[in-house]
């Protein structure tokens, strides 16, 4: 199952929304209606849709206004203007602010349809260039790889960042979701405030809140002085909560407060302050396990858990494994004065075969060491001691032909008709879990006891095939 594009309709008459909708039931599209210009500032805030059918005349602001706001906020959205006839001046200056298109009113269904299906087609031609110059490039902010799984993670990002939407990032430890946060802070129009980095885990219980909150002079033995927290010190830019399903529960209320308020207090201060801080959060762990056993409360998870965004292991990330111990190895040789250049055959088959369960921190703790300890020009099998010949190997696909020697009772034709193949069955079962879900794709991933990247990149899988008969 593939999402659907989202299509925002901006206009404040009754009558013509409900022309829209019935004329544009004919596209697969998810329609979102905003009848004022601040409802349609909300919408943009929380979510980004593909395509923006914008009425110039509104009760409370000028459409041109509203497109210069997604303009200047770098949003993908394609922009279609609607105007009234006589209005031809308001086009020509909507399109020099960056309107994909415009319609004058009134205008015959088709032309509409037309307009809207070659905004959409654009929206994913753009998406398929970002993802090929990625492929190419392999490198995505500081974020390496190529592979679909790390495709779909930067789509992710790319489509949250703009919006003030908390992102929740799951993986693995060693995944790189730390390293996801920070590129989603540096596409979002916050990318010149701060990013602040508060890892849950780390902080003793006692003094989490006033890690969050700062405190004030004398509100506990040992405070000499005021102190500002995480959320004051991250205003106006980005607040990371790493590893947030370790917070204590009572502290989470707190949070809980600050996120539906806007507003906190220092811990022993009674002046109330504004929290203007965009929220990300990761966690290693299964964030919906962990409201099913008691740890963390379900209306904060609700809260947080607006965009998910899974980091896959390691192991499923393919030809991955290769491009970023080929960008350690030149970046530890570097450091230490060595003249590695490259991997054996054997090491790079051990490279390969390794599962890898400590992920990207362990290939960088392996590969500092061969450089550390050896000499030479190729790192060998041997040079790559850290690596536990007795752990399991990645996972690979049966050889053919072992299938084809299975015994047979029936025929081909008859085989055929009977059994459906893998792929299908796989696919079938996701979306229906997916729809189980509401579209929850972690909680799908927990009923289908699968990680979510495993998910995400089926779905990109699904994507590009579609994308490719299509065209």
């Given at each position: 199952?593939?999402?659907?594009?989202?299509?925002?309709?901006?206009?404040?008459?009754?009558?013509?929304?409900?022309?829209?909708?019935?004329?544009?039931?004919?596209?697969?599209?998810?329609?979102?209606?905003?009848?004022?210009?601040?409802?349609?500032?909300?919408?943009?805030?929380?979510?980004?849709?593909?395509?923006?059918?914008?009425?110039?005349?509104?009760?409370?602001?000028?459409?041109?206004?509203?497109?210069?706001?997604?303009?200047?906020?770098?949003?993908?959205?394609?922009?279609?203007?609607?105007?009234?006839?006589?209005?031809?001046?308001?086009?020509?200056?909507?399109?020099?602010?960056?309107?994909?298109?415009?319609?004058?009113?009134?205008?015959?269904?088709?032309?509409?349809?037309?307009?809207?299906?070659?905004?959409?087609?654009?929206?994913?031609?753009?998406?398929?260039?970002?993802?090929?110059?990625?492929?190419?490039?392999?490198?995505?902010?500081?974020?390496?790889?190529?592979?679909?799984?790390?495709?779909?993670?930067?789509?992710?990002?790319?489509?949250?960042?703009?919006?003030?939407?908390?992102?929740?990032?799951?993986?693995?430890?060693?995944?790189?979701?730390?390293?996801?946060?920070?590129?989603?802070?540096?596409?979002?129009p916050r990318r010149n405030g701060p990013f602040v980095a508060v890892n849950c885990g780390a902080i003793p219980r006692e003094l989490m809140e006033s890690e969050m909150f700062g405190h004030v002079k004398g509100a506990f033995t040992g405070a000499v002085t005021s102190r500002d927290g995480a959320v004051s010190r991250a205003q106006g830019g980005t607040l990371f909560l790493d590893e947030i399903c370790e917070m204590d529960l009572t502290l989470q209320v707190k949070l809980l407060r600050v996120i539906q308020s806007g507003e906190f207090q220092k811990v022993g201060g009674s002046e109330v302050e504004r929290a203007d801080v965009r929220y990300v959060c990761a966690t290693n762990r299964d964030p919906w396990g962990e409201v099913q056993a008691g740890r963390f409360r379900e209306d904060l998870y609700y809260r947080l858990h607006v965009v998910p965004c899974a980091m896959p292991p390691l192991r499923e990330r393919d030809d991955d494994i290769l491009l970023l111990a080929r960008h350690f190895l030149a970046l530890y040789a570097k450091e230490e004065g060595k003249g590695f250049a490259d991997f054996d055959e054997g090491a790079t088959r051990a490279l390969r075969r390794y599962a890898w369960p400590g992920n990207i921190r362990e290939l960088q703790n392996a590969l500092r060491n061969a450089v550390l300890f050896n000499q030479g020009t190729l790192v060998t099998e041997a040079m790559l001691n850290r690596l536990d010949p007795n752990a399991a190997p990645r996972q690979t696909a049966q050889p053919i032909a072992a299938l084809s020697s299975a015994p047979r009772s029936a025929s081909v034709a008859d085989a055929r008709a009977a059994v459906k193949p893998l792929w299908l069955v796989e696919k079938e079962a996701i979306e229906e879990a997916i729809a189980l879900c509401n579209g929850n794709i972690p909680r799908a991933a927990a009923l289908l006891e699968i990680n979510p990247s495993t998910i995400y990149r089926r779905k990109a899988e699904w994507e590009k095939e579609r994308l490719l008969s299509a065209g």
């Amino acid at each position: 199952m593939t999402t659907k594009p989202r299509l925002l309709l901006v206009e404040d008459t009754p009558s013509i929304l409900r022309i829209y909708h019935e004329v544009l039931k004919k596209l697969d599209v998810d329609l979102i209606d905003a009848t004022t210009g601040a409802r349609a500032a909300e919408i943009l805030d929380e979510t980004i849709p593909d395509v923006v059918l914008l009425d110039v005349e509104l009760p409370d602001a000028n459409g041109i206004d509203i497109l210069k706001r997604i303009r200047a906020r770098n949003l993908p959205s394609a922009v279609i203007v609607v105007t009234a006839h006589g209005s031809v001046k308001v086009a020509v200056d909507a399109m020099r602010e960056g309107a994909y298109d415009f319609i004058i009113k009134p205008f015959p269904p088709d032309r509409l349809i037309v307009t809207v299906r070659n905004a959409l087609e654009r929206r994913q031609l753009q998406t398929l260039v970002a993802a090929n110059d990625i492929a190419k490039e392999g490198k995505f902010h500081d974020l390496l790889g190529a592979s679909l799984p790390m495709r779909a993670v930067y789509n992710v990002i790319e489509n949250a960042a703009a919006s003030r939407a908390t992102v929740f990032i799951t993986g693995e430890s060693g995944t790189g979701k730390e390293l996801c946060a920070q590129a989603i802070h540096q596409l979002s129009p916050r990318r010149n405030g701060p990013f602040v980095a508060v890892n849950c885990g780390a902080i003793p219980r006692e003094l989490m809140e006033s890690e969050m909150f700062g405190h004030v002079k004398g509100a506990f033995t040992g405070a000499v002085t005021s102190r500002d927290g995480a959320v004051s010190r991250a205003q106006g830019g980005t607040l990371f909560l790493d590893e947030i399903c370790e917070m204590d529960l009572t502290l989470q209320v707190k949070l809980l407060r600050v996120i539906q308020s806007g507003e906190f207090q220092k811990v022993g201060g009674s002046e109330v302050e504004r929290a203007d801080v965009r929220y990300v959060c990761a966690t290693n762990r299964d964030p919906w396990g962990e409201v099913q056993a008691g740890r963390f409360r379900e209306d904060l998870y609700y809260r947080l858990h607006v965009v998910p965004c899974a980091m896959p292991p390691l192991r499923e990330r393919d030809d991955d494994i290769l491009l970023l111990a080929r960008h350690f190895l030149a970046l530890y040789a570097k450091e230490e004065g060595k003249g590695f250049a490259d991997f054996d055959e054997g090491a790079t088959r051990a490279l390969r075969r390794y599962a890898w369960p400590g992920n990207i921190r362990e290939l960088q703790n392996a590969l500092r060491n061969a450089v550390l300890f050896n000499q030479g020009t190729l790192v060998t099998e041997a040079m790559l001691n850290r690596l536990d010949p007795n752990a399991a190997p990645r996972q690979t696909a049966q050889p053919i032909a072992a299938l084809s020697s299975a015994p047979r009772s029936a025929s081909v034709a008859d085989a055929r008709a009977a059994v459906k193949p893998l792929w299908l069955v796989e696919k079938e079962a996701i979306e229906e879990a997916i729809a189980l879900c509401n579209g929850n794709i972690p909680r799908a991933a927990a009923l289908l006891e699968i990680n979510p990247s495993t998910i995400y990149r089926r779905k990109a899988e699904w994507e590009k095939e579609r994308l490719l008969s299509a065209g």
